[in-house]
C-alpha cells in the first residue's frame, strides 16, 4: 500500500512554549515537550511483518525525516486571537431575561384566580420552566469566570494542586466546596465558588414562591333569595253563609306550632332560603309581615279570697280582666285557660288576633290539697319583621333586629296596616296590610281556641281538648305538682306565631302591592369557593440575589482578568498542551519529582 502524506503531532519548542533553552527534556522523556524538534511525524514509524512498530529515522537526526512534507504551521494561540465575554454575557442576559419574566408573570396573577392558558399549561409548569432556564444560563458566566480566575491564579505561582481545585469547582458543587476550604485566603473565585452552591436552593424556593389558598367570592350569576310577604287577604267559605275561617293551609301552620314537642319548639320553623352554593349573605335588612307573640306573668295581679265552712277553708282566684280559678275543686283543677279575656298587660298595645289566659294549680301529689295559682297571658298579633340573614356552611340564620306592629286592636271591618320607615336604600316608608276579612277569618278561628280547662287526679286527667291537654303539658316541669317549666306554655305561643308567619311568607304571591319578585323575594349575594394565586415575595429574594452576585462575579472577574494580562482562556485546556503559561514545564518538572 502506498504511503499517503504522514500525520505529526505538534510538540512546543523550548523557545515558543517558553523553556529555558538549557531544559534537559528529550524526546524519550515522559514529558510531551521535545527540546531538538518540534513534532514527530506518524510516518518516522513503520510496522514491520509481524505488526511491531519500527523507527525508520532518528530521533535526534532531522535528515532522515522525509523532505517531501512540508514542517506544520504552529496553530495561533489564544491569546493572539484575543477573546471576548460575549457568550458569558448573552448567557447572564437570558438568565436575566428569565428571572424578570417569571417576575413578571407571578406579579400579573398574584391574587387572581389560576390563569387558564391554551394546552392546559399551568402556572407551575411554567414557572419551573423559566426558573430551570434561568439556572442553566446563570451557571455559564460563573464557571467560565471560575475557569478565568484559575490562570489568573496560576500566575502568582500558588500550589499547582489548585490548578485542578479550580477545574473541580468550575464543573459542580462539590468542586466548589474544596475550592472554598482547600484554597488559602479570601479571593474572587470564591464568590463563583459560593454562587455554584446557592444555586441549589433556586428550586426550592422558587417552588416555595406560589401557593394557592382559597378564598370566598360573589358568584355573579347567581343570586340568593328568602321570600317575603307584604300583605295577607287569604281566606276560606264558613259552613254557614257569610261566615269566613281560616285556609286548611293556615288552620294546619297554627296546629303545627301547638302540637310541636321540641325544646324551644319555635327554631322549628325557620325557612330554607335559595343558596346554591350554602354560603350566601344579605348585604341589607329586609322586611317582611309576619305573626308576633309575647307573653307576661300575671301572678302578681291574682286576687285571692278564700272562705271557712266549718273548718274547710276554700279559696278562689281572680284576675282584673275577670279570668277566674275555682279553688272549691282544690287540687283537681290543674289549669284554666280563656282566649276571649282582655289582656291585663297588653291591652290595645297591638294588632291583636289572639290572646290566652292560663291560671295553674299548684297542688300536692295526690291532686288534693291546692296550695297556689300562677297565671300567664300571651297574645299573638300581625306584625312586620325587620330581618338580618346569612347562610353559613348550610346554616341558615336569621334574626329579627326590629319589629313593628299597629297602634291599637284592629277595628272590625278595616284593614290591618302597618307602616315601616325608610330603610337602606329606601327612601319612602312601605306600608304591609293584612286585609280585613282575613284577619278578622283567623281571630275568629281563635275565639274559644285556648278556652277550656284540664282537671285531674292521681292517675287520671283529663281536657277540654286537644289543645288545652298540649298547652298545658309543654308548659308543665313533669313534677306532677302543677309547676311550670321555665317558659311554661310561652315556647308553645311562639312556636304558633313562627309556624304563621313561615306560612305567610311561603304562601305569598304577587298582588297589587307586590307586583315583581324583587318585591316578594329578599335578594342576596351568593359566595362561592374560588381557588387563586398567592405569591410570597420572599421567597424570590435568593434568585434575585443570585443573579446579582452572578453580574458583579462576571464583571469582577473581566476587570481582574484585563489586570493581570492573561488571555481569555477560561475552560479551556489547551494552554496547558502548549505551554502557554510562564516556566508551565519547570513546575510540571518539580511537580512531578515531588510526586
Same mark, same amino acid.
Not at 325544646?263 to 329586609?286: I, K, M, S, V
Given at each position: 500500500?502506498?504511503?499517503?502524506?504522514?500525520?505529526?503531532?505538534?510538540?512546543?519548542?523550548?523557545?515558543?512554549?517558553?523553556?529555558?533553552?538549557?531544559?534537559?527534556?528529550?524526546?524519550?522523556?515522559?514529558?510531551?515537550?521535545?527540546?531538538?524538534?518540534?513534532?514527530?511525524?506518524?510516518?518516522?514509524?513503520?510496522?514491520?511483518?509481524?505488526?511491531?512498530?519500527?523507527?525508520?529515522?532518528?530521533?535526534?537526526?532531522?535528515?532522515?525525516?522525509?523532505?517531501?512534507?512540508?514542517?506544520?504551521?504552529?496553530?495561533?494561540?489564544?491569546?493572539?486571537?484575543?477573546?471576548?465575554?460575549?457568550?458569558?454575557?448573552?448567557?447572564?442576559?437570558?438568565?436575566?431575561?428569565?428571572?424578570?419574566?417569571?417576575?413578571?408573570?407571578?406579579?400579573?396573577?398574584?391574587?387572581?384566580?389560576?390563569?387558564?392558558?391554551?394546552?392546559?399549561?399551568?402556572?407551575?409548569?411554567?414557572?419551573?420552566?423559566?426558573?430551570? =432556564?434561568?439556572?442553566?444560563?446563570?451557571?455559564?458566566?460563573?464557571?467560565?469566570?471560575?475557569?478565568?480566575? #484559575?490562570?489568573?491564579?496560576?500566575? #502568582?505561582?500558588?500550589?499547582?494542586?489548585?490548578?485542578?481545585?479550580?477545574?473541580?469547582?468550575?464543573?459542580?458543587?462539590?468542586?466548589?466546596?474544596?475550592?472554598?476550604?482547600?484554597?488559602?485566603?479570601?479571593? =474572587?473565585?470564591?464568590?463563583?465558588?459560593?454562587?455554584?452552591?446557592?444555586?441549589?436552593?433556586?428550586?426550592?424556593?422558587?417552588?416555595?414562591?406560589?401557593?394557592?389558598?382559597?378564598?370566598?367570592?360573589?358568584?355573579?350569576?347567581?343570586?340568593?333569595?328568602?321570600?317575603?310577604?307584604?300583605?295577607?287577604?287569604?281566606?276560606?267559605?264558613?259552613?254557614?253563609?257569610?261566615?269566613?275561617?281560616?285556609?286548611?293551609?293556615?288552620?294546619?301552620?297554627?296546629?303545627?306550632?301547638?302540637?310541636?314537642?321540641?325544646?324551644?319548639?319555635?327554631?322549628?320553623? $325557620? =325557612?330554607?332560603?335559595?343558596?346554591?352554593?350554602?354560603?350566601?349573605?344579605?348585604?341589607?335588612?329586609?322586611?317582611?309581615?309576619?305573626?308576633?307573640?309575647?307573653? $307576661?306573668?300575671?301572678?302578681?295581679?291574682?286576687?285571692?279570697?278564700?272562705?271557712?265552712?266549718?273548718?274547710?277553708?276554700?279559696?278562689?282566684?281572680?284576675?282584673?280582666?275577670?279570668?277566674?280559678?275555682?279553688?272549691?275543686?282544690?287540687?283537681?283543677?290543674?289549669?284554666?285557660?280563656?282566649?276571649?279575656?282582655?289582656?291585663?298587660?297588653?291591652?290595645?298595645?297591638?294588632?291583636?288576633?289572639?290572646?290566652?289566659?292560663?291560671?295553674?294549680?299548684?297542688?300536692?301529689?295526690?291532686?288534693?290539697?291546692?296550695?297556689?295559682?300562677?297565671?300567664?297571658?300571651?297574645?299573638?298579633?300581625?306584625?312586620?319583621?325587620?330581618?338580618?340573614?346569612?347562610?353559613?356552611?348550610?346554616?341558615?340564620?336569621?334574626?329579627?333586629?326590629?319589629?313593628?306592629?299597629?297602634?291599637?286592636?284592629?277595628?272590625?271591618?278595616?284593614?290591618?296596616?302597618?307602616?315601616?320607615?325608610?330603610?337602606?336604600?329606601?327612601?319612602?316608608?312601605?306600608?304591609?296590610?293584612?286585609?280585613?276579612?282575613?284577619?278578622?277569618?283567623?281571630?275568629?278561628?281563635?275565639?274559644?281556641?285556648?278556652?277550656?280547662?284540664?282537671?285531674?287526679?292521681?292517675?287520671?286527667?283529663?281536657?277540654?281538648?286537644?289543645?288545652?291537654?298540649?298547652?298545658?303539658?309543654?308548659?308543665?316541669?313533669?313534677?306532677?305538682?302543677?309547676?311550670?317549666?321555665?317558659?311554661?306554655?310561652?315556647?308553645?305561643?311562639?312556636?304558633?306565631?313562627?309556624?304563621?308567619?313561615?306560612?305567610?311568607?311561603?304562601?305569598?304571591?304577587?298582588?297589587?302591592?307586590?307586583?315583581?319578585?324583587?318585591?316578594?323575594?329578599?335578594?342576596?349575594?351568593?359566595?362561592?369557593?374560588?381557588?387563586?394565586?398567592?405569591?410570597?415575595?420572599?421567597?424570590?429574594?435568593?434568585?434575585?440575589?443570585?443573579?446579582?452576585? $452572578?453580574? $458583579?462575579?462576571?464583571?469582577?472577574?473581566?476587570?481582574?482578568?484585563?489586570?493581570?494580562?492573561?488571555?481569555?482562556? #477560561?475552560?479551556?485546556?489547551?494552554?496547558?498542551?502548549?505551554?502557554?503559561?510562564?516556566?508551565?514545564?519547570?513546575?510540571?518538572?518539580?511537580?512531578?519529582?515531588?510526586?
Amino acid at each position: 500500500m502506498p504511503q499517503t502524506g504522514g500525520m505529526h503531532i505538534q510538540i512546543p519548542s523550548p523557545t515558543s512554549a517558553g523553556l529555558s533553552p538549557a531544559s534537559p527534556y528529550s524526546v524519550r522523556s515522559n514529558s510531551p515537550l521535545v527540546k531538538d524538534r518540534n513534532y514527530v511525524e506518524l510516518d518516522d514509524f513503520k510496522l514491520d511483518e509481524t505488526g511491531q512498530s519500527q523507527q525508520q529515522y532518528s530521533a535526534h537526526d532531522p535528515s532522515s525525516r522525509p523532505q517531501s512534507l512540508p514542517p506544520r504551521p504552529s496553530p495561533a494561540s489564544r491569546d493572539e486571537n484575543g477573546g471576548w465575554w460575549l457568550f458569558e454575557i448573552i448567557a447572564w442576559v437570558v438568565s436575566a431575561i428569565a428571572l424578570a419574566v417569571i417576575i413578571i408573570i407571578i406579579a400579573v396573577t398574584d391574587e387572581k384566580p389560576l390563569p387558564q392558558w391554551p394546552m392546559n399549561i399551568t402556572l407551575n409548569s411554567f414557572v419551573s420552566f423559566m426558573s430551570t =432556564l434561568m439556572k442553566a444560563a446563570l451557571i455559564i458566566p460563573v464557571t467560565e469566570s471560575i475557569s478565568q480566575l #484559575k490562570w489568573v491564579w496560576f500566575k #502568582k505561582a500558588e500550589s499547582l494542586e489548585d490548578i485542578q481545585t479550580f477545574d473541580e469547582a468550575s464543573r459542580g458543587t462539590w468542586g466548589s466546596l474544596k475550592l472554598l476550604f482547600k484554597t488559602k485566603r479570601l479571593h =474572587l473565585a470564591k464568590l463563583g465558588a459560593f454562587i455554584t452552591i446557592l444555586t441549589l436552593g433556586v428550586d426550592p424556593f422558587i417552588q416555595q414562591v406560589i401557593v394557592y389558598p382559597t378564598r370566598t367570592i360573589p358568584a355573579t350569576s347567581r343570586n340568593a333569595s328568602i321570600p317575603l310577604a307584604l300583605e295577607y287577604s287569604d281566606y276560606a267559605f264558613g259552613a254557614i253563609l257569610a261566615t269566613r275561617e281560616p285556609t286548611l293551609g293556615m288552620k294546619s301552620a297554627i296546629n303545627n306550632g301547638v302540637y310541636d314537642t321540641n325544646d324551644h319548639p319555635q327554631n322549628d320553623f $325557620a =325557612l330554607t332560603p335559595q343558596c346554591a352554593t350554602g354560603n350566601c349573605t344579605w348585604p341589607e335588612t329586609y322586611h317582611s309581615l309576619a305573626v308576633c307573640s309575647k307573653c $307576661a306573668n300575671t301572678t302578681s295581679l291574682i286576687h285571692k279570697t278564700c272562705d271557712d265552712l266549718n273548718g274547710w277553708v276554700t279559696c278562689n282566684y281572680s284576675l282584673p280582666n275577670g279570668m277566674f280559678f275555682n279553688g272549691e275543686n282544690r287540687g283537681w283543677l290543674y289549669m284554666n285557660a280563656s282566649s276571649g279575656m282582655p289582656t291585663v298587660n297588653f291591652n290595645d298595645s297591638q294588632s291583636t288576633i289572639s290572646s290566652i289566659n292560663t291560671m295553674r294549680g299548684l297542688h300536692d301529689a295526690s291532686s288534693y290539697n291546692l296550695w297556689g295559682v300562677i297565671s300567664n297571658e300571651c297574645v299573638l298579633y300581625f306584625c312586620v319583621n325587620e330581618y338580618r340573614a346569612e347562610v353559613s356552611n348550610g346554616n341558615f340564620k336569621e334574626t329579627v333586629v326590629a319589629s313593628y306592629t299597629g297602634e291599637h286592636d284592629p277595628v272590625y271591618g278595616q284593614n290591618i296596616t302597618i307602616e315601616v320607615p325608610p330603610s337602606g336604600k329606601r327612601k319612602t316608608p312601605q306600608q304591609f296590610i293584612v286585609e280585613s276579612i282575613a284577619w278578622l277569618a283567623i281571630d275568629g278561628h281563635f275565639g274559644d281556641f285556648w278556652t277550656g280547662n284540664v282537671t285531674g287526679h292521681t292517675g287520671e286527667r283529663s281536657s277540654t281538648n286537644d289543645v288545652l291537654s298540649a298547652l298545658y303539658d309543654l308548659g308543665d316541669d313533669g313534677s306532677g305538682l302543677g309547676t311550670q317549666k321555665p317558659g311554661a306554655e310561652n315556647d308553645t305561643i311562639a312556636a304558633v306565631a313562627a309556624s304563621m308567619t313561615k306560612y305567610l311568607r311561603l304562601s305569598e304571591q304577587p298582588t297589587k302591592t307586590a307586583g315583581n319578585r324583587s318585591d316578594t323575594m329578599a335578594i342576596g349575594t351568593v359566595w362561592t369557593a374560588e381557588t387563586f394565586v398567592h405569591v410570597r415575595w420572599e421567597w424570590m429574594i435568593l434568585p434575585v440575589v443570585l443573579e446579582g452576585l $452572578a453580574l $458583579a462575579f462576571l464583571i469582577g472577574t473581566i476587570i481582574q482578568s484585563k489586570m493581570s494580562g492573561i488571555a481569555l482562556w #477560561k475552560s479551556s485546556t489547551l494552554p496547558m498542551l502548549e505551554g502557554k503559561v510562564r516556566n508551565l514545564q519547570d513546575r510540571f518538572a518539580n511537580y512531578a519529582d515531588r510526586k
